[in-house]
């Protein structure tokens, strides 16, 4: 068990076409014991990183920690971690007893009791004692990766990294790993870095996300605060789904409240003491979850700080919740409403808005300026 440092880590790819910077100086402590995720949309530089933390890639520039031991120039098997691939990467030939043995027999010095007793605990950790004298070949989907986990958690490393390991497994198998991996990191107590592209898969499994994009870390935070408070608008936009609406708007009036508009209707209505800058006549980028938008609904009127009509374009089933697709003026936006809210197409609904639930960031930056919540003892002692 231990932490994991990277300081200033940079890894830059020559290329045919010059240079190619994957990854982008990143900063970034795995605490001891830590599930962390990795997530981003593919090509951001998550899997160089993860190679380069396992020693599978160079570092170009920066340094990177395991516990008290600097480890970026030393070899993989030096590390002391182990890492659970996609493909299994399971030896074809063993069985799973072999499988989990083999890297044991070679990187311990374990009496072969020992290393069998070991075999036994993980695989009953993993539930796969009945796959021992199975090989690889004779096993489904699941079970493979099953054993593969179980391979590197047989040698007891300080770091377990794992790249999308479950990305081959159907929707319900996978589901059901993602609980069984919480359970079974938590049980073994090792820091894990796990990279995943899928951002429900990210938000479910981690004790923190570590969201990246174009090979730059645009926050690090636990799920709910990354999805509340959004570091910049590429964060706010990636976690959730559907993803939150959008779009340019211009801040015009203020007393006590900005009104913020688009092409001349108002979508949101926020206190001028929630946001720490005057944004009188400032360009915003104005951001709504679907969930905060409140079709025909019983937002009641003091919560409501703002409302506007739009009409319905799409009203799709989903089951628990409906999407309500909307044009409000030229601006399309996504809702995602109770089951019992279902308006026919071409209809005209009333949309309500929290001022709590309204984001808005820095158009050119990304930067977020205001996220969700008011800050109510701090509107109250603001001087005017
Ligand atoms: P992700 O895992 O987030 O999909 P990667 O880490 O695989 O992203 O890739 C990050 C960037 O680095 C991408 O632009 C990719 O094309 C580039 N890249 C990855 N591996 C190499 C390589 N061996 N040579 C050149 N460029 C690479």
Redesign the pocket.
């Given at each position: 068990m231990a932490e994991l440092t990277l300081h200033d880590v940079t890894?830059v790819?020559?290329?045919t076409d010059g240079a190619?910077t994957?990854?982008d100086g990143i900063d970034l402590t795995v605490q001891d014991g830590e599930f962390l995720v990795l997530v981003?949309?593919?090509?951001?530089?998550?899997?160089?990183?993860?190679?380069m933390i396992a020693g599978l890639e160079t570092v170009t520039d920066g340094e990177i920690t395991i516990g008290e031991r600097t480890v970026h120039h030393l070899a993989p098997s030096e590390r002391d971690l182990a890492m659970v691939f996609q493909s299994y990467a399971l030896y074809k030939r063993m069985t799973a007893r072999g499988n989990l043995g083999y890297g044991l027999k070679h990187s311990t010095d374990l009496k072969a009791d020992d290393r069998e007793q070991r075999v036994q605990e993980t695989a009953e950790l993993l539930g796969i004692e009945e796959l021992l004298d199975d090989k690889p070949e004779a096993m489904s989907g699941g079970q493979k990766q099953r054993v593969a986990l179980g391979r590197a958690i047989v040698r007891e490393p300080s770091v377990f990294l794992l790249d999308e390991p479950l990305s081959n497994l159907d929707a319900k198998l996978r589901s059901h790993m993602r609980t069984e991996l919480q359970r079974i990191q938590e049980e073994v107590g090792v820091t894990a870095v796990y990279?995943t592209?899928d951002q429900t898969e990210a938000m479910t499994m981690a004790d923190r996300l570590a969201i990246?994009d174009a090979?730059v870390l645009q926050q690090v935070a636990p799920p709910e605060v990354a999805y509340d408070h959004p570091a910049n608008e590429f964060v706010g936009t990636f976690l959730g789904s559907p993803a939150m609406n959008v779009f340019d708007a211009v801040v015009r009036e203020r007393g006590d409240e900005y009104v913020v508009e688009h092409d001349g209707r108002t979508f949101a209505r926020v206190p001028t003491g929630a946001v720490e800058r005057n944004l009188l006549d400032a360009d915003v980028r104005l951001g709504l979850r679907p969930e905060d938008l409140h079709v025909d609904t019983s937002l009641d009127d003091a919560a409501a700080t703002c409302r506007f009509e739009a009409s319905v374009t799409v009203s799709e089933y989903q089951g628990n919740d409906n999407f309500v697709y909307l044009e409000a003026g030229e601006q399309s936006l996504t809702a995602r409403v109770p089951p019992a809210v279902y308006p026919d197409p071409g209809s005209e609904v009333d949309v309500a808005v929290a001022a709590e639930d309204v984001y808005l960031f820095e158009p050119t930056t990304g930067d977020a300026i205001k996220t969700r919540g008011i800050d109510a003892e701090r509107i109250e002692t603001r001087p005017t």
């Open positions: 890894k790819y020559d290329d190619v994957a990854v981003g949309p593919s090509g951001c530089g998550k899997s160089t990183t993860l190679r990279v592209h990246m090979g």
